[in-house]
């Protein structure tokens, strides 16, 4: 079963927040869930990225990988990772 870390679409029409989900890359992009990691609202200037690192650097040591997006993401609050090697 690979896990990825993805993005869930919330919110309304032309107002999407996202949540940032531990998730069977299998599963629908708003189907089940294993773990909610954080939030991340793009239409905030300041603070729109919060997330919960311990829980995310958990994941990624399970073997957990992100999509495209997400790694963006993490890379903005810091978490850059190079394998199992993850650094803060």
Do not use: E, H
Request: glycine share 4%; with cysteine.
């Amino acid at each position: 079963m690979p896990i990825r870390i993805r993005l869930q679409k919330k919110g309304k029409k032309r107002y999407n927040v996202y949540r940032i989900v531990v998730a069977n890359s299998k599963a629908p992009r708003d189907g089940k869930i294993i773990c909610k990691l954080g939030f991340y609202n793009p239409f905030l200037k300041k603070d729109n990225i919060i997330l919960d690192i311990k829980k995310t650097i958990f994941w990624i040591k399970q073997g957990a990988l992100p999509n495209k997006k997400t790694f963006i993401l993490l890379n903005k609050k810091n978490i850059n990772f190079k394998k199992k090697n993850i650094n803060i």
